[in-house]
């Protein structure tokens, strides 16, 4: 998968989040939840977007741990949907996976990318 995918994908899951929580009833938990997943969705994607123009490495690696905590808060908040039994766990498992597997891809990268990486090289 090559950058441009991972933009189309990160926005798309992104749109999905928004959706999902638009669905959310408005009682207070709802609305809190509401509110921090579409924080995190979308700032997947718009963090991922600014990696992919960072002028250096370093800057790649710091914005892509970015995107690697956000992915991970979303994934948070969809599990946390199925534990208040906000949602039944059908309805969000596409989700789920798809943010599993967005981190994975995320934390590879980073890996392959970050300064460790470098280090290891040269010893």
Same mark, same amino acid.
């Given at each position: 998968?090559?950058? #441009? $995918?991972?933009?189309?994908?990160? !926005?798309?899951?992104?749109? @999905?989040? =928004?959706?999902?929580?638009?669905?959310?009833?408005?009682?207070?938990?709802?609305?809190?939840? !509401?509110? *921090?997943?579409?924080?995190?969705?979308?700032?997947?994607?718009?963090? /991922? @977007?600014?990696?992919?123009?960072? *002028?250096?490495?370093?800057?790649?690696?710091?914005?892509?741990?970015?995107? =690697? #905590?956000?992915?991970?808060?979303?994934?948070?908040?969809?599990?946390?949907?199925?534990?208040?039994?906000?949602?039944?766990? $059908? !309805? =969000? *498992? $596409?989700? /789920? #996976? #798809?943010?599993?597997?967005?981190?994975?891809?995320? =934390?590879?990268?980073?890996?392959?990318?970050?300064?460790?990486? $470098?280090?290891?090289?040269?010893?």
């Amino acid at each position: 998968m090559n950058a #441009e $995918d991972l933009k189309k994908q990160t !926005k798309n899951f992104a749109h @999905r989040c =928004v959706k999902l929580s638009s669905s959310l009833s408005e009682n207070s938990l709802g609305c809190h939840i !509401k509110k *921090q997943l579409i924080r995190s969705s979308t700032s997947v994607a718009a963090n /991922y @977007r600014a990696a992919c123009m960072s *002028q250096s490495k370093a800057s790649f690696v710091a914005k892509l741990s970015v995107v =690697v #905590e956000e992915i991970d808060e979303t994934l948070f908040w969809i599990e946390f949907l199925t534990d208040e039994n906000l949602v039944h766990k $059908d !309805k =969000v *498992q $596409d989700l /789920y #996976e #798809e943010a599993g597997e967005l981190t994975a891809i995320f =934390v590879a990268s980073r890996k392959t990318s970050g300064p460790r990486n $470098d280090l290891a090289k040269t010893n």
